[in-house]
């Protein structure tokens, strides 16, 4: 998720015709009062935008209500982190903050289904404070369920897409797997040797120095054959996207997952971008 600073765990149907745009509100859907139209290169999936928005071709001015509509935006965004909840479609209670970012925040929250189900997810708010107009955010909105819906169905070892997009008051959330594990900035760090250190005996400690860590005049780095290991995993991450035709866009150190088992996985797709040849044409890795 970009720019997200996190220290602790965190985590298609295609559509045959171009979708009608209608505007999700908790507990009822808007009737649809414009036709929103894949875009180039994106026919037949389908495509969520609030129906006064201009289509993504135009570049029409936002309607005259536009600055109210986007007020209430906001504020329906802020009543969801207040509440720490999302009240339909399902109901998600947020248990704590995995991370935060330019583009919303990340929580682990339990979703509240059928007959007492209970089960915990990740799932990020995307904020609308960083666009200039209700128009432009689902604009965008459009573009990530759109993402989602190709990345979606990807079974590799190394990646964690986003399993679907959802809107309750206009506000847009992606459901992902909650990771179980820290990201590679939290392992550099090195806080976490002063718990290892506690808690083993001095002959695990320096099993664990010889295999993963080196300490010289109170640094850490991180041994070679460690670095090999994560980078391998993170290029496989990246070579299956690219294989699909989209670029990350924003690979760091907080989204790059070592989960429990010691398996690496890329998260955070929100800058995933299609990757386009010189024809028109989605490129594919060869």
């Not at 609030?50 to 509509?69: D, L």
């Not at 005996?201 to 290991?229: M, P, Q």
Request: one cysteine or more.
């Amino acid at each position: 998720m970009p720019g997200m600073n996190k220290r602790s765990s965190r985590y298609s149907t295609v559509v045959s015709q171009p979708a009608v745009a209608t505007r999700q509100r908790c507990g009822r859907v808007e009737p649809p009062a414009a036709t929103g139209h894949a875009a180039p290169g994106d026919a037949g999936v389908a495509r969520r935008a609030h129906p006064e928005a201009p289509n993504v071709e135009s570049a029409a001015s936002p309607a005259v209500a536009e600055p109210r509509e986007f007020t209430e935006l906001l504020e329906n965004y802020r009543g969801l982190l207040r509440g720490r909840s999302i009240p339909y479609p399902v109901v998600y209670r947020f248990v704590k903050e995995l991370g935060h970012g330019r583009q919303g925040v990340v929580f682990l929250a339990t979703r509240h289904g059928a007959r007492g189900c209970l089960t915990e997810h990740a799932i990020k708010l995307f904020d609308p404070g960083i666009y200039s107009s209700a128009a432009r955010y689902w604009t965008d909105m459009g573009r990530i369920a759109q993402q989602i819906s190709r990345l979606q169905p990807l079974n590799n070892v190394n990646l964690v897409p986003g399993n679907f997009y959802e809107e309750c008051n206009g506000i847009g959330y992606i459901h992902m797997s909650a990771i179980d594990g820290i990201d590679l900035q939290f392992l550099m760090d090195g806080k976490h040797l002063e718990l290892a250190r506690a808690r083993g005996a001095s002959k695990e400690w320096n099993r664990f120095l010889d295999l993963l860590f080196r300490l010289e005049d109170g640094r850490i780095s991180l041994r070679t054959g460690l670095v090999l290991d994560i980078l391998r995993n993170v290029l496989r991450g990246i070579a299956a996207l690219h294989a699909n035709g989209f670029i990350h866009g924003d690979i760091k150190p907080t989204n790059i997952m070592i989960n429990i088992q010691g398996t690496v996985r890329l998260v955070d797709f929100g800058r995933a971008a299609r990757e386009w040849a010189a024809d028109g044409q989605v490129g594919r890795a060869k």
